[in-house]
């Protein structure tokens, strides 16, 4: 259904003291409009969840693209912020409309109270032990152990916070591979988290490569943060040179297109890692990179594993 507009009623006031969160429940196939409509409407927020989170019913979604050929829950519970002085019957009726829902759903809704919003998403990150000696550290926050090795990172646009399992085996791996005056190239670098770690571990020459153009100076940044020496640069240009250690956390559909580029990089003797694997994805992996280098699984956590090998 074409967007259609929406009562000038419903837009929202320019200082609200306090926010209605609305929920309502509906089916996959119109969640994300309904989503939408509620953002169109001035919503200052709007989230998807599952309707059976926390009942044996729940559904983890998660995977790559192309992985994944039904997003979503059939039981999906949309979540919208709006102002406490709109007309809620009438913001839901709109809503439903564009969203091409035959009858208005039933809703609930609670007051949600003015709070330091920034303060309050700040409390949700804390600091990430990875090791004995290896902690992930927000800005705000201070070291839990000023002797161990701190990794200063804020949640951003670049993936790689070390929240997720993936980081975290790579974190790990690295811990244990790095050694005094190695190379290590971080291919998809992300946040560049996985370099910023090598270089703090004793890596010397250190490159981390992104196609996002974002990833790339947000790992700049973060490199400047942590005070350490690391080159980060567009991964569509030539990357030159072979190193003792690389390491991919990206998905298994880049990682199997990659792989002969991946691999040239790796120096005979040296040490390949690879992840955002799905467990079920490591034996394909493994034996597409068999043609460059013998892979098997070094760790695995929630379903994801690390892969790592030596070239001959």
């Known amino acids: 259904m074409p967007k259609q507009p929406l009562p000038s009623s419903l837009s929202r006031s320019e200082s609200p003291v306090t926010w209605l969160s609305i929920g309502i429940e509906t089916d996959c196939s119109h ?22 989170a926390g ?15 039904t997003p979503g829950w059939e039981r999906s519970r949309v979540v919208a912020q709006v102002d406490a002085d709109a007309d809620i019957a009438q913001l839901i ?6 969203a091409g829902l035959e009858n208005v759903p039933p809703y609930t809704q609670e007051v949600i109270a003015e709070q330091n919003w920034v303060q309050l998403t700040q409390s949700q990150f804390e600091p990430i032990r990875v090791s004995a000696r290896l902690w992930i550290v927000p800005s705000w926050h201070q070291a839990p152990d000023p002797e161990a090795i701190i990794l200063v990172l804020d949640p951003g646009m670049a993936f790689g916070t070390g929240s997720h399992p993936t980081t975290r085996l790579c974190l790990e791996w690295l ?33 981390g490569v992104d196609i996002d153009p974002q990833a790339v100076s947000a790992a700049k940044s973060n490199a400047e943060r942590n005070e350490v020496r690391a080159h980060f640069e567009d991964s569509s240009k030539e990357i030159k040179g072979q190193f003792d250690i690389v390491v991919a956390n990206i998905l298994s559909n880049p990682l199997k297109a990659l792989a002969p580029a991946i691999c040239s990089h790796v120096r005979c003797g040296g040490r390949l890692a690879l992840s ?34 030596v070239k001959p």
């Open 31 to 52: 969640a994300e409009a309904l989503a939408d409509a509620f953002l169109e409407a001035g919503a200052l927020s709007v989230i998807i969840e599952d309707a059976d």
């Open 55 to 69: 009942t044996e019913n729940e559904t983890a979604q998660f995977g790559e693209p192309g992985s994944v050929t």
């Open 93 to 98: 009726a709109a809503c439903a409309q564009l």
């Open 175 to 207: 811990e244990q591979q790095v050694d005094q005056g190695h190379s290590v190239l971080d291919y998809g670098c992300g946040s560049g988290i996985l370099a910023i770690a090598a270089a703090k571990l004793g890596a010397d020459n250190v490159v």
């Open 276 to 309: 955002g694997i799905l467990a079920e994805q490591a034996d394909e992996l493994i034996a597409l990179y068999l043609t460059y280098l013998p892979l098997s699984v070094a760790d695995t956590r929630d379903g994801w594993v690390c892969l790592a090998g």
